[in-house]
């Protein structure tokens, strides 16, 4: 049988003797008074450190898929690169320009061109947050 198990984050994280231990935590007073939440353990989890590493691939893919959904959206859809058209007037360090695409368009598109637009919005991600953390 299969147990189901709910966690609000992850807590700590620790890796030794190629076993990684990680510490998933559930709400268990919020002080409004001082906007401060106190979390419990829920579980705690133990997978070899190979592993947690696939399972780190696998919730990279994830959260490209759910950056490239979110931008795929018909209120912000995603953008792919126009075909480039050769012409003698272009110069040739000028941007392509990019248009909208829907949800549908996205997924019409070859995977490995799906796979570009997820990568770009991952490092579009990672970007953003290391301005964040430079300010």
């Given at each position: 049988?299969?147990?189901?198990?709910?966690?609000?984050?992850?807590g700590?994280?620790?890796?030794?003797?190629?076993?990684?231990?990680?510490?998933?935590?559930?709400?268990?007073?919020?002080?409004?008074?001082?906007?401060?939440a106190?979390?419990?353990v829920?579980?705690?989890?133990?997978?070899?450190?190979?592993?947690?590493?696939?399972?780190?691939?696998?919730?990279?893919?994830?959260?490209?898929?759910?950056?490239?959904?979110?931008?795929?959206?018909?209120?912000?859809?995603?953008?792919?690169?126009?075909?480039?058209?050769?012409?003698?007037?272009?110069?040739?360090?000028?941007?392509?320009?990019?248009?909208?695409?829907?949800?549908?368009?996205?997924?019409?598109?070859?995977?490995?061109?799906?796979?570009k637009?997820?990568?770009?919005?991952?490092?579009?991600?990672?970007?953003?947050?290391?301005?964040?953390?430079?300010?």
């Amino acid at each position: 049988m299969t147990k189901t198990v709910f966690a609000d984050r992850l807590g700590n994280l620790t890796i030794s003797n190629g076993v990684a231990r990680l510490d998933f935590l559930t709400l268990k007073e919020f002080h409004k008074d001082t906007n401060q939440a106190d979390f419990e353990v829920a579980f705690k989890l133990m997978i070899p450190a190979d592993g947690l590493m696939q399972t780190i691939e696998t919730l990279e893919k994830v959260k490209a898929d759910m950056v490239a959904h979110a931008e795929a959206t018909p209120s912000q859809p995603a953008t792919v690169a126009k075909e480039k058209v050769k012409s003698k007037e272009k110069p040739a360090t000028q941007k392509t320009k990019r248009r909208k695409l829907t949800r549908a368009e996205f997924e019409q598109l070859p995977k490995a061109q799906q796979e570009k637009i997820r990568q770009r919005a991952k490092r579009r991600e990672q970007e953003r947050l290391r301005r964040q953390l430079e300010q």
